[in-house]
Nanobody, 125 residues
Framework: QVQLVESGGGLVQAGGSLRLSCTAS????????MGWFRQAPGKEREFVAA????????YYADSVKGRFTLSRDVPKSTVALQMNSLKPEDTAVYYC??????????????????WGQGTQVTVSS
């Protein structure tokens, strides 16, 4: 099992920045990738970004490319999502997730077996 704890959400004005962090514990050696997903009220959960744990390659949704940056710290089992130029449509609950295998695309939530509790991000206009 892998446990994930997120932090860093909050309220920010449009154009502002927030940094989300996620720390993994437990069987962290089993992690193949870690990702962030978000879910706005009344909408499906959607992919935001992911990072391959060993190689460090990153993947982003088109809606956040150029604004969000995902980084990892393997010794600390932590990922950080730096979110800049935030827009009201970025408002959602953001979830950290861990993917134990290479099956399924990084953007497919079904490939992630472990999830954090979520952290609220609210961007005011």
């Amino acid at each position: 099992q892998v446990q994930l704890v997120e932090s860093g959400g909050g309220l920010v004005q449009a154009g502002g920045s927030l940094r989300l962090s996620c720390t993994a514990s437990g069987r962290t050696f089993s992690i193949y990738a870690m990702g962030w997903f978000r879910q706005a009220p009344g909408k499906e959960r959607e992919f935001v970004a992911a990072v391959n744990w060993s190689g460090g390659s990153t993947y982003y949704a088109d809606s956040v490319k150029g604004r969000f940056t995902l980084s990892r710290d393997v010794p600390k089992s932590t990922v950080a999502l730096q979110m800049n130029s935030l827009k009201p449509e970025d408002t959602a609950v953001y979830y950290c997730a861990a993917k134990p295998g290479y099956y399924r695309l990084y953007s497919d939530a079904r490939g992630y077996d472990f999830w954090g509790q979520g952290t609220q991000v609210t961007v005011s206009s």
